[in-house]
Structure formats: C-alpha cells, structure tokens
C-alpha cells in the first residue's frame, strides 16, 4: 500500500500516531522542525524548544532544568518515532520528516504539520536516518549544549520512546488480527536496536524493555520510576516508601 496524501491508515492507530498534513502551498503552525536545533538565535528558532521545554515543565510543576529537557525530550521522540515506524510497517514505506512543522504550543495531533507526503525506501536503514540521523540527534546535541543532560540518557529516552511506539502498533496488530504487522514491528525493531546510537540503551525482548539509564521522571513532584527504568524505586527512596 502506497502512502496515501492524508496518512489514512494511521487514524486507527490514535492521535499520537497521527500526523496533519496540508494541501500544497498551504501554511504550517509552528516552524520548520530541523531549523530548531542547534541555533541560539534569541527570538528566532531557539525559542521554539526553550519554549516547549518551559511549557512541559510547567505542567509537570517542576522546575529542575534537566528534568524538564528531558521528559519534553521524550515526548518529541515519541512523536517522531510513532507515525515513521507506523508508515513502515504499515505502508512499506518511510516518510520522509524533513518537511514537518511543528508547534511547540500544541498537543498531538496537533503538534506536528507535513507540508509535503513523500515516500522514501521502506527499510530500517532510511528509518534510522529519517528519525535518528535527522532529528534525534540534532536535538540531542542541542539539549546537552543548552541543559547539560547527558548522552546515555537522551538515547535511553529515544529507545525507550521507540519501543512505546511498537508496544502499541503489536497491541493493535493482535486486535486486529494482523500478524503481518506484528512481524515487520519486530524484524524493524532488531534491526534497529542493532545500530548505535540505540545499541546497548537497555536490555529488550520484543517490546519488553529495562533500559539502562533513568529519564528523572521520578524527580516531577508525585512522579516515580517509569515501567522501563533502570532503578527499581525512586533513588533516595525506602523499599517501604516505594512498595507503599
């Protein structure tokens, strides 16, 4: 199946599958998503993921820094990754990301915008460049110069995301009676996970995944250890105070 002008077989999928895409000549919200990495332009581009941080952390009523890069962090590359890899198996082919905008104000589905549906080769090498080589990295390099987090735990949130994305297209997969999905999840995920900079972020089986490293969840006020993460209780934290 060809990738249709609307994306139509990611609307059973939900809203954080889904991606907005506009007639030609048609206006995006937001901004070009590869022009906000890497700039300090003030009041430009480097507003636009200062601002979404800002706005996450906000939300989350926590005012560490690390913390709030690093949970807006994830939430991107959950975005990024769902409506790729769900392309991929799905359709057969990648999507290409370079047109998509993005408005750091909105919440999906309206975050992110494509200006223009094109197709590119269906095979996790051009996924791997689509969302790794040419998002997450850019945006990990730039949240380490603006927020000092540190590598292993941005690749430990963009494999973490990556594996959410696929938990829930397998879900989907088995309530509808597609093996066939099922199948090029898994063949795409260990061929995915077989490539640094995702290689050795965790340890996985299938979509069963303990990383490695710790997103500071556990740090939001009424927050605690994610389902993935490497410590099993809170650090600081008693056995009674974490099982009660």
Sequence with gaps: MALDPDLTALRPLGGFFALRTLPD???????????VYGTTAPGVQHDALDARVTLVGDRLRVTEPRVRASIAQQGLAARLWSPALACAVLYGEVLDLGPLHWDPAASAP??????????LPGDADTLADTVLRAHLAPLADTLRDRYGIAAGLL???AASALVGAARQLVQWARANDRTDVAERTAALMDALF????????GVRAGTAFRRRSCCLYYRVPGGGVCGDCCFTRAPGSSPRAASG
């Design 25 to 35: 000549g048609a206006r995006a919200p937001g901004q070009l998503l590869t022009e």
């Design 194 to 201: 077989a490539r640094s900079p995702l290689h050795g972020t």
């Design 110 to 119: 309206d975050d992110l915008w494509l200006t223009a549906v094109r197709p």
């Design 155 to 157: 690749w430990g949130n």
